[in-house]
């Protein structure tokens, strides 16, 4: 019965071998016990990660929220605020001169270019992104300039109350500011007008282009971006573009296309000659001023003469002394720059460099108003040459030709701002006599001649005087901007009053004008001497 027993428990185990049973049995239970709580822990990483991972729209809504806190702040609110309600009056006022069927499509070939420039931004933003990633960059790809906005506002804005013949060609034009290669930003631009049947002119299209592909090069190289960033580039790029391809039968246009023309041939001389002799020496000045008056006299001559029927300088002669009232203006502007120059050169050390500038802008409204009410076609005939002349003191500065070039270099720097510092280039004045100039050639508006003339220098002034509240992320003070405000409108009501300028546009229009523009003055970095007049001749013409 005893052996029974025992071959029904079976063998017994010494003490040792149940012990490493036991350890056995523990390990095999502790590493389920790890196998059953890795498999949990994947379990609950993959809900997490789904739970975690958003839906494109929950992706876009992320992304959006994150690039307005970064890069949209309470001044660009503002600015674009004011753009949008400028865009929405323009429609409202113009909708019904756009009705027809070509004006339609000319409407959504332009939509067409700011939706592929937009669609261009996003692409070269992602191919950046993806590079950065590949070289295990970390960090924010940068966005292009915030004043890319003002270019595709005036590119398109301008033409749309103006000169719609324009419209697609600047549109499209706008891509230039996009960081591709020279020959994909022709090939966008040549698709974009070419998708018009209205611009169906293949070579004028080219020349277009063309144009401004070489002005943007040009312009490039002399400036370094520096003295001109890229949007400023792209801008006065397309404004040259427009100067050239618009057909106007008015003298003064005339004079200044084939002005502009024969500086950008003498420009092209010099640029070549410079090139090869970069030793600024007496006898290489002598070379470049022979050379560049060739050049210029020679095209000018060759251009304006078949037009006038004469020698372009006895037309010129003969055209000054036709009436009293233009020796009147010519003696008044001659007197006052004999005196004036020279006493503000006198006593500039006295003065601030901010109120140093904007003397300047003082005396143009004061010789300017005048005489463009008593005779407009000789002062818009002089305001062309007068911009050109600008440009060669400027040749004539940068090159540093004897025996003006020391001379001009040494003064004229006195009255730069910090924008003429970054560069080789001067362009405070050049872009004051833009700002004035071409809205009276372009519309006989002297919109810009009293924001510049009055408003912007008042601003600065007061501002940096008396300013206490800034606007937000900006220099610009609250009180510089009321001072611009009323100072625009109470010049801009006086002409009114006189009968001089603004038949058209009433009193609440001004005002209007003047509030809006002086808001965005106050806090746009972008230089006022070309957005502000352009801005201000939209509006106006929107509330006309």
Known sequence: MAKTRSQQQGPVLSQRDRKKAAAQSRAEAEAAQKDKQRIDEEEAKKEDLIQRTPIPQEQFLNWLAWFCKTHFTTSRFVQLSAL????????????????????????????????ALLAGIAITIRVKFQIRKQKGETGPVPLPPWNAVYLVFLAVMLPFVYKRDLLLYNAALTSSVLDLPWFAKIAIQVSLVSSNTSHNDTLFNLKVIGLNTIVQYFLTQITELKSLDEVEVSLFSILLTDVYIIDSQELYFVVLQKLLVSFGVGASVLYAITRVWTSNTTARSCVLLASWGAAFVGTTLHQLDPILGKNSLVWLYEYITATSTRISIIALWLISLVLLIPTIFSYKVQFSPNFRRKIWHFLVLGLVSLPLHLDPEFVKLSLSGCLVLFLIVEQTRYLKLH??????????????????????????????????TLPILFNNSVAGLVVLGV????????????????WSRSNKTVEGTMGFIVAS????????????FFEDSSYNALLLACTVSGILEGNSDMNDNIMIPGFMCVLLEATN
């Open 489 to 500: 409108f109470l010049v801009s009501a006086l002409f009114k009053l006189l009968g001089w």
């Open 455 to 470: 408003g912007d220098s008042l601003a600065s002034i007061i501002g940096s005087n008396w300013g206490e509240i800034k």
């Open 403 to 436: 025996p003006f070039g020391e001379f001009l270099d040494q003064h004229l720097r006195t009255f730069a701002d910090f924008r003429d510092e970054r560069g080789p280039i001067i362009f405070s004045y050049i872009y004051l006599i833009i700002g004035i």
């Open 84 to 115: 949008l309600f400028v865009v929405q009056q323009a429609y409202l006022a113009f909708e019904e001169e756009y009705q027809s069927e070509k004006d339609i499509n000319l409407l959504i070939s332009t939509v067409c270019a700011l939706v």
